[in-house]
């Protein structure tokens, strides 16, 4: 399993960046995605995660309250891409964004469950 994230870069305050999340490797039908950050020093945070499942014609999606209305997470299912639309940025939205994988559990244990972490992509928002 392979995922890697993109789509990084330097915005000011106020400004969007998308960022995409392309998992390869897998077959499993249902999966769940989700998008975290590690700012430095602080821990790694879960913000968004979509479960899909093409079987069930079933979708979920969650944000976390820091990005709730301002990030939209959506997927393009056959590629298994999964991207967020970050809008409203804020200089503390800098971080590492990272992207995991959830085969299991459905993204219910969110932040927890996912892995498969790939290299992560420089988010920086100036003031």
């Known amino acids: 399993v392979q995922l890697q994230a993109s789509g990084g870069g330097l915005v000011q305050a106020g400004g969007s960046l998308m960022l995409s999340c392309a998992a390869s490797g897998f077959r499993k039908d249902d999966y769940a995605i989700g998008w975290f950050r590690q700012a430095p020093g602080k821990e790694r945070e879960g913000i968004s995660y979509?479960?899909?499942?093409?079987?069930?014609?079933?979708?979920?999606?969650f944000y976390a309250d820091s990005v709730k209305g301002r990030f939209t997470i959506s997927s393009d299912y056959a590629k298994k891409i999964v991207y967020l639309q970050m809008n409203s940025l804020k200089p503390e939205d800098t971080a590492v964004y990272y992207c995991?994988?959830?085969?299991?559990?459905?993204?219910?244990?969110?932040?927890?469950?996912?892995?498969?972490w790939g290299q992560g992509t420089q988010v920086t928002v100036s003031s």
């Open positions: 979509k479960y899909m499942s093409i079987r069930s014609n079933d979708e979920r999606t």
């Open positions: 995991g994988l959830d085969l299991l559990g459905r993204g219910a244990g969110f932040p927890r469950g996912f892995g498969s």
